[in-house]
């Protein structure tokens, strides 16, 4: 077997249960808490919605599209960006390894602060989430309340998993991630995944129906 | 566990026998729920289809495949994340010209809903790694799923 083609071979301990290391088991069963808590969320929107249509816009009327379009673009590319991270662990690629959170750091950070962006144009435009700020032409206090509610929710995930970040960051600089102890790495990803996946859900709910 | 076959993990307490009941008895919940409210329908509409892909699950979780079972992973399988993520992007765009169509209301956010959940989908199965872990842990990951449909479907099929 040629250099190129050696692999790395390394124990796989017995795993009963789900069959899953407990770290990784652990970090499943907090996101399906984190399901449930969007699922309460993003079904009272849609009940909402269903039940006052007209407090609702068309989409493209109020929030900048074109905008959130790019910044979800942001989002996955961190999610790639993360997903190399780990690909480059397993490799044994230390130097990969940093690279590529640093750029999901630098990514998350990026994402926020257009989200910050949004925010303060929409709140010029007297679309704030108070009740006071509440326009009738913005919707009304039922559309803000819920926007708001959403993506802030989601913009705080985003914040924790910045932070997490750059916690497995400096950890990683190091050098506290090799190709057998790379758990951190792997439900960092987890996590930073599942943020990406409601922000997909959110998009598509919020934005664009 | 030195080896995952069907009669060891009917001795084991599984996890997939715990969250299958769970699931059967969160969709049976929310048809009493929706019977004393009144609301037949809606709650039983979504208890049937909670109940439907917790039984799909419970099937799919105890068939074993070769990796849950093997001592040592000789190479990690991965999808080529690249293509994953051009396939997000390009239907990021899809999902903002569909949008902006001249079609009917009902057409367009059922291509957008298809679409959303297609990329989710992508997400959980390639950058989540679920496509190659052990089946009972698609089952664990699963299991929200009907309770979610059921919350959400109970509430919204009622009346008052």
């Known amino acids: ?209 | 566990m030195a080896a995952v076959t069907k009669e060891g993990l009917m001795k084991e307490p599984g996890m997939g026998m715990t969250i299958g009941g769970f699931m059967i008895g969160g969709a049976f919940f929310g048809a009493v729920d929706g019977y004393l409210l009144g609301e037949v329908v809606g709650a039983l509409a979504g208890a049937m289809v909670g109940a439907l892909i917790g039984a799909g699950l419970v099937v799919l979780a105890f068939k074993p495949r070769p990796q849950d079972t093997a001592t040592e992973i000789a190479h990690v399988p991965h999808a080529n994340y690249m293509l994953i993520w051009a396939a997000l992007f390009v239907m990021t765009i899809l999902e903002v010209g569909v949008a902006f169509l001249a079609l009917s209301k009902i057409a367009i956010i059922l291509a957008l809903l298809l679409l959303a959940a297609w990329k989710a989908l992508l997400v959980a199965l390639y950058y989540m790694h679920l496509r190659y872990e052990p089946r009972r842990l698609w089952l664990l990951a699963a299991s929200p799923l009907p309770l979610a449909i059921i919350l959400v479907s109970t509430v919204l099929f009622e009346r008052w």
Request: hydrophobic share 50%.
């Open chain 1, 1 to 209: 077997m040629s250099q190129q083609e050696a692999v790395v071979v390394y124990p796989r301990h017995p795993m009963p249960g789900l069959g899953v290391y407990n770290l990784k088991a652990g970090m499943w069963i907090f996101l399906l808490s984190e399901v449930m808590f969007f699922t309460g969320l993003i079904g009272a929107y849609i009940i909402l919605r269903f039940a006052q249509p007209d407090a609702f816009p068309e989409p493209g009327v109020l929030l900048n599209v074109q905008l959130t379009a790019f910044n979800t673009f942001v989002l996955i590319c961190s999610s790639v960006t993360m997903v190399k991270a780990f690909a480059a662990v397993q490799n044994g690629d230390q130097r990969g390894l940093r690279l590529w959170l640093l750029a999901t750091v630098f990514l998350g950070t990026f994402f926020l602060s257009i989200q910050a962006i949004e925010y303060y144009l929409l709140g010029s435009h007297g679309f704030l989430p108070t009740i006071a700020g509440y326009a009738a032409e913005a919707g009304g206090p039922l559309y803000g309340m819920t926007f708001y509610t959403l993506t802030g929710f989601h913009g705080a995930h985003v914040s924790i998993g910045v932070l997490a970040l750059i916690f497995t960051s400096v950890k990683a600089f190091r050098g506290g991630y090799t190709p057998e102890q790379l758990g951190g790495v792997e439900i960092m990803g987890l996590y930073w995944h599942f943020v990406d996946l409601v922000w997909i859900i959110l998009f598509t709910i919020v934005y664009l129906i």
